[in-house]
């Protein structure tokens, strides 16, 4: 019985041993299997984050800017005064339009009656002068005079001379055609004119009141062209270069946008809250335009 029995165990053994290595290597290949899937599915969902990460850093929203609206220093004028005086009359009201040389008002002073005064009379003797100096200079030429009474006649007329320039030039400041002075006469008051073309503003006068000497009348804008003053900080410093465009919209001005060019950038910081002034010359004209009004700006490139 026991030859019997000993080769049936060990050949059961062998055969439960290898059922057992079929299961192992069949439950070691769906575990492999499972594995790579869960491997692939990962590198798919960190593509996708990556990918997504990548578009946000390329695409920025446009620098923005807030600012006002200004006048260049060379279409804005305020009108002060060479000579102080009572205003007599005021030809003009906040909100016109008048052209260079235009009268905006006329003031009464004395002293403006006396210089033109002195400017005749300096004129006239310099006219009897000079005749009196050429006639002694032929005198000494032809040696029928004295060299000394030459000599006086001509530091007299060269002293009326300088007298008459200095009271026109005093006339020319206060924009008195001397040419006119001297055809029509003396005029009563002193008139107020327009140095430039534009819309009359800020008028601070009455009738009566008295204007000194360096205090202003009024001030006068040209609208032909505006520029922007914009605020920017100093993380933006790195976007900003003088010929940028940009495109802006202004507070009351619905629906509407405009264009600007970037012309100048401040060289300094304000220390108090870190911005930098930017200014931009405005592309285009329109009548709504006001100095002070506030706008939004963006610069035409994405970051």
């Known amino acids: 019985m026991k030859k019997i029995f000993l080769p049936i165990s060990i050949f059961s053994a062998f055969i439960m041993m290898g059922c057992s290595g079929e299961k192992?290597?069949?439950?070691?290949?769906?575990?492999?299997?499972?594995?790579?899937?869960?491997?692939?599915?990962?590198?798919?969902?960190?593509?996708?984050?990556?990918?997504?990460n990548t578009g946000a850093t390329q695409v920025m929203p446009p620098v923005s800017f807030n600012?006002?609206?200004?006048?260049?220093?060379k279409m804005s004028s305020t009108?002060?005064?060479?000579?102080?005086?009572?205003?007599?009359?005021?030809?003009?009201?906040?909100g016109d339009y008048v052209k260079k040389g235009e009268i905006i008002a006329s003031l009464k002073n004395p002293d403006f009656i006396l210089l033109q005064q002195e400017f005749l009379t300096a004129n006239a003797q310099t006219e009897f002068l000079e005749k009196e100096y050429k006639r002694q200079e032929k005198l000494v030429s032809e040696e029928a005079a004295s060299e000394k009474k030459f000599e006086?006649?001509?530091?007299?007329?060269?002293?009326?001379?300088?007298?008459?320039e200095a009271s026109k030039a005093k006339l020319t400041l206060l924009d008195v055609d001397t040419d006119e002075l001297l055809k029509n006469g003396i005029k009563t008051y002193l008139e107020v004119k327009a140095p430039i073309s534009g819309y009359v503003t800020n008028m601070n006068v009455n009738l009566g009141t008295y204007v000194g000497e360096g205090e202003s009348v009024c001030k006068i804008i040209n609208k032909s062209e505006i520029m922007l003053l914009l605020t920017a900080y100093e993380k933006d410093l790195a976007h900003l270069n003088i010929g940028e465009t940009l495109t802006f919209t202004v507070n009351g001005i619905k629906n509407t946008t405009f264009n600007a060019e970037i012309t100048s950038i401040d060289q300094t910081v304000n220390t108090e809250n870190r911005s930098i002034n930017v200014y931009a010359k405005v592309k285009e004209t329109n009548k709504l335009f006001r100095p002070g009004m506030y706008v939004n700006a963006q610069l035409n490139k994405n970051m």
């Open 24 to 52: 192992g290597s069949s439950n070691e290949s769906v575990s492999e299997n499972i594995t790579i899937e869960d491997t692939t599915a990962n590198n798919n969902t960190e593509s996708e984050e990556t990918d997504a």
């Open 67 to 73: 600012g006002v609206i200004i006048m260049p220093p």
């Open 79 to 94: 009108l002060t005064l060479t000579m102080g005086g009572s205003i007599h009359e005021i030809s003009v009201f906040e």
């Open 152 to 164: 006086q006649s001509k530091a007299e007329y060269l002293s009326m001379k300088s007298q008459l």
